[in-house]
């Protein structure tokens, strides 16, 4: 099992014990990167490269850039300093890019770490079974942090590229998911939502009250990952689940608070269902996700919402011209409008499905829509063989198996998503480990009770379909939801700037509203 760490914690508080590569037993409490740990027995006899690097300095490795439709990998780690009983660095694999250069500040995604306290690193050999690390950008980065007075380096790092099955020439390949957050994967209800922070952008962003404030939704992380698999679940194997691109109304300038980094909530949750699952890689593409602006151009307007998700969608279809792309929202923050231009934009024909969660009635939603490049126009995106409206992702992942969207294997993954968390929240019968989508307290509102009517029912339907094209249960069971010890100490701490930020966002908006 891989171990989890938050990325601030590895970096600035947290560094690995040093006891061998074996699995460590961790109380993990948070997101992130997998510590490797070393081994006494480690050499790099025969390691190719060498170089000296002073104290506080680092030698960074980046790899070649892959094509489109594939992320760069790690496929051999090899590294150590010679200096002997002086020897002390840190080695990190992450993303070469950043949202900021500041590590303190929404850190560029960390695959690992290898450290040991006091000490320091001296040798490293990554483990085959460990191998390759796969990342979600064109390129990786491997870093050796000098934390002696000199470290002479010796390293064997080789990269590679693995495929994404998301090109138009791929062959029963999945796509590359962009979805909206509140609503969509988190429930907004602004009603139940305890700090400024958390308050304000999800009364911004969300209207939905079915669900407490920040839970996820059963069944929507297993059902971006069927969509990433496609339909023959990574043409057995061939290629790697494309990680999730969020386009979030959230306000970048605010990013300090607001932002989705590796130990958010939501990050914890999707890389729990890539856990349970058996794709350990996969978890949110939280450095290529995209975000509003409170800025005038957009405003506190659903219908301006709609129209910045559009934008988003028109620059990275056109950064990525043979990629295929899914679009995940909900008709109570401009999404629909969103949407509909993304379908009509120039590279509206490789956006191959959209599905709305529909979280209020249709007639109170939006109609009056604008462009991403300016003008209005009204609302007309009827259901249709590319546009699905669903109320539970039950009744979702029954349309996309019926579209050959996702394989039979995948939909029993979401029908096992919702029938635990039923079970949990509606039933009181919750597994020893909880939920992953965030509570296990037994629902008693009524929104929330006759959401689990309605997901009864539709479980029911999505029972027999996967009964029916899985008649010998094949497909495996979910994990045990390591992370789900993780996803309680997150909820319980979450918003640590609520009052030294919530203060300064509150005015920034201010200053755009009315």
């Keep these: 099992m891989m171990i989890r760490i938050a990325a601030g ?7 690995a014990v040093a006891r061998g590569q074996d699995t460590v037993p961790v109380d993990d409490n948070s997101a992130g990167t997998t510590i490797e740990l070393t081994t006494s027995n480690c050499n790099c006899t025969g390691c190719p490269n060498s170089d000296r690097v002073a104290v506080g300095l680092q030698k960074d490795l980046v790899s070649p850039a892959c094509p489109e439709g594939s992320v760069a990998t790690v496929t051999t780690l090899r590294t150590a300093d010679t200096k002997g009983a002086l020897s002390k660095y840190d080695l990190l694999t992450w993303n070469e890019g950043a949202i900021s250069g500041d590590l303190s500040i929404n850190p560029p995604y960390i695959y690992r770490q290898v450290s040991e306290i006091d000490q320091g690193t001296k ?12 990342g979600d950008q064109d390129t990786i980065k491997v870093s050796l942090n000098c934390e002696a007075v000199i ?8 990269f590679g590229c693995a495929e994404l099955g998301v090109l138009t020439t791929s062959t029963d390949g999945g796509l590359q998911v962009l979805s909206d957050v509140d609503d969509t994967i988190a429930c907004a209800s602004p009603s139940t939502c305890d700090s400024i922070p958390s308050c304000v952008s999800h009364s911004l962003a969300g209207i939905d009250s079915r669900l407490e404030h920040k839970e996820m939704y059963p069944g929507v992380g297993e059902l971006m990952n069927g969509l990433a698999l496609g339909p023959n679940d990574g043409n057995d194997g061939q290629y790697v689940p494309a990680k999730p691109m969020l386009l979030s109304a959230r306000p970048r300038e605010a990013q300090l ?5 590796q130990d958010s909530e939501l990050n914890v949750y999707v890389e729990s269902v890539g856990d349970r699952v058996n794709h350990i890689n996969w978890g949110v593409n939280t450095d290529s996700s995209m975000y509003g602006t409170i800025r005038v151009r957009d405003g506190t307007s659903f219908t301006k919402f709609g129209a910045t998700k559009a934008e988003s969608f028109n620059s990275v279809s056109s950064e990525r011209p043979n990629t ?17 231009s993304m379908l009509e934009s120039a ?21 009056a ?12 995106l009827p259901e249709s063989d590319t546009v699905h409206y669903h109320r539970t992702h039950a009744e979702a992942a029954i349309w996309a198996l019926d579209r050959g969207l996702i394989s039979c294997c995948s939909a029993h993954n979401v029908y096992f998503a919702i029938n635990e968390w039923v079970e949990c929240r509606c039933d009181g019968i919750c597994p020893e480990a909880g939920l992953n989508t965030g509570l296990i ?28 094209c899985d008649p010998g249960g094949d497909c495996p069971n979910h994990a045990e939801v390591e992370t789900s010890s993780a996803m309680r100490a997150l909820w319980a701490s979450r918003s640590r700037y609520a009052f030294a930020v919530g203060s300064l966002v509150l005015g920034l908006f201010s200053s755009h509203v009315g």
């Design 324 to 340: 295929r792309f899914a679009f995940l929202g909900d008709n109570g923050q401009g999404d629909v409008c969103g949407a509909q």
């Design 441 to 468: 307290d037994l629902a008693t509102r009524n929104e929330t009770l006759a959401y689990c009517e309605e997901l009864r029912n539709d479980q029911k339907i999505l029972l027999g379909v996967v009964d029916e």
């Design 123 to 134: 040798c490293y050999e990554a483990d085959p079974s460990v191998l390759p690390v796969i």
């Design 257 to 261: 608070i607001l932002a989705i980094d």
């Design 369 to 380: 829509c604008e462009h991403p490049d300016g003008g209005d126009f009204t609302l007309d």
């Design 9 to 15: 914690a590895v970096l600035l508080l947290l560094p």
């Design 347 to 367: 590279n509206g024909d490789r956006l191959e499905v959209v599905f709305i969660h529909v979280v209020q009635d249709p007639e109170d939603a939006l109609t």
């Design 151 to 158: 470290c002479d380096f010796q390293w064997d790092v080789q």
